[in-house]
């Protein structure tokens, strides 16, 4: 498929999607946001690909949503905005398959949204994030206040969301905004390498832990435990565990089904 704001690509299991607008630091619209959701259920009905990875092409992964179109906009086309945003980054959150953000840059509103709706998150020593709404007399619209505080606790995120303050690369890290940091020329190089770790392992078993840890997350103990226990089990009637578990005894790498 054709894109005007993104570009996709693949590298043996993985499928990356890259935000294409660097004329503005990669900054989203409506077209932009769509465009990212058709290249993510595309590689997600793909059986060839395994892992997803989200970058920015350019200096910037996402410097947040194009003001000039949210000067245009008033309540009901910003609650389209806002519903559009929040439903593609619940799919990405909630794709089976893991995704990755490659955060090269300014992550900055719904960038940082969109980098927390991501699994994993590798970040340049260089990226900024931030939530600075509140200097355009805003706040996050793509679940950004309640994405943030799930992630680095509900004190820091109220502070980042009610100053509008930007982070650099060390905090994110200090506070589990992020998982790991590399300099700038490797951000896409360890990206890959994280996916490729995942692309090795049983992907049934991958896509399921996903689901059982999204669904968990929010409920209590004994109910989630109880999800973990479902899909634990599940697993022992799959082909894919009988080859895991017959490969380690007889010492080889398991062949994986797609």
């Keep these: 498929m054709t894109y005007n704001n ?10 990356i999607v890259k935000i294409n607008r660097p004329d503005v630091l990669n900054a989203v619209n409506v077209e932009t946001i769509l465009e990212i959701e058709t290249a993510v259920k595309e590689f997600s009905n793909n059986t060839d690909i395994f ?6 092409e350019g200096k910037s992964f996402v410097a947040g949503s194009d003001i000039s179109r949210l000067a245009e906009m008033d309540s009901l086309k910003a609650r389209v905005y ?31 949204e969109l980098a927390m709706a991501c699994d994993i998150r590798i970040a340049s020593e260089k990226a900024k994030f931030g939530q600075p709404e509140v200097k355009l007399g805003l706040i996050p619209g793509h679940a950004g206040t309640q994405r943030l ?22 905090e994110a890290m200090r506070i589990g905004l992020v998982n790991k940091l590399v300099a700038p020329d490797k951000i ?13 392992v049983g ?9 059982v840890i999204n669904r968990g997350i929010d409920a209590n103990l004994t109910t989630a435990s109880s999800y973990e226990m479902e899909a634990f089990s599940i697993l022992f009637s799959t082909d894919e565990a009988k080859e895991g578990m017959k490969a380690f005894l007889e010492k080889r790498k398991p062949k994986w089904d797609k």
Excluded at 6 to 15: A, F, R
Excluded at 149 to 170: M, N, P, S, Y
Excluded at 188 to 200: C, D, L, P, T, W
Aim: aromatic share 4%; glycine share 10%; net charge neutral.
């Design 149 to 170: 505080a799930r992630l680095v606790g509900v004190g820091k995120a109220k502070e980042l969301i009610f100053t509008g303050d930007l982070i650099d690369a060390q």
């Design 82 to 112: 806002s519903q559009i945003g929040q439903r593609v980054l619940s799919y990405i959150e909630n794709v089976e398959k893991p995704v990755i953000a490659a955060v090269n840059g300014y992550a900055l509103g719904s960038g940082c």
């Design 6 to 15: 993104i570009i996709t690509e693949t590298d043996g299991k993985i499928g």
């Design 51 to 56: 892992v997803i990875i989200i970058t920015g």
């Design 188 to 200: 896409i190089e360890e990206a890959k390498n994280i996916a490729h770790k995942i692309s090795e």
């Design 203 to 211: 992907p049934f078993a991958v896509r399921l832990a996903k689901t």
